[in-house]
């Protein structure tokens, strides 16, 4: 599966339903950027069990709000649309499949 950005407009129907894991990242975020390999390699490994979806605060500041984004990058684990886990700021790979392998 390759990594979807999502939008405000996009953000629901990418995330209802399944295993997702969400990045809220900006383009001029230094950790955001070293993170972005990161999840291409979670996504190519694990991408029949987990979607990865990115979302721009920049230009999606709607959905950034709902979900009182305060910091990037912010990484949220959800199942069926609902949070079920999140994590804040560069994660390495192992923590970050660690943290998806948990709602498998």
């Known amino acids: 599966m390759a990594i979807v950005n999502a939008t405000d407009q ?6 209802g339903e399944g295993l997702v894991l969400v990045d809220f990242w900006a383009p001029w975020c230094g950790p955001c950027k070293m993170i972005a390999p990161v999840l291409v390699e979670i996504d190519e490994e694990l991408g029949e069990k987990v979607k990865v979806v990115k979302v721009d605060v920049d230009e999606n500041q709607e959905t950034a709000a709902k979900f009182e984004v305060m910091s990037i990058p912010s990484l949220f684990v959800m199942k069926d649309g609902q ?13 970050l499949v660690e943290l998806v392998s948990k709602h498998f």
Do not use: R, S
């Open 10 to 15: 996009t953000f629901t129907n990418e995330t």
């Open 83 to 95: 949070i079920v886990d999140k994590a804040l700021g560069y994660k390495p790979k192992e923590a």
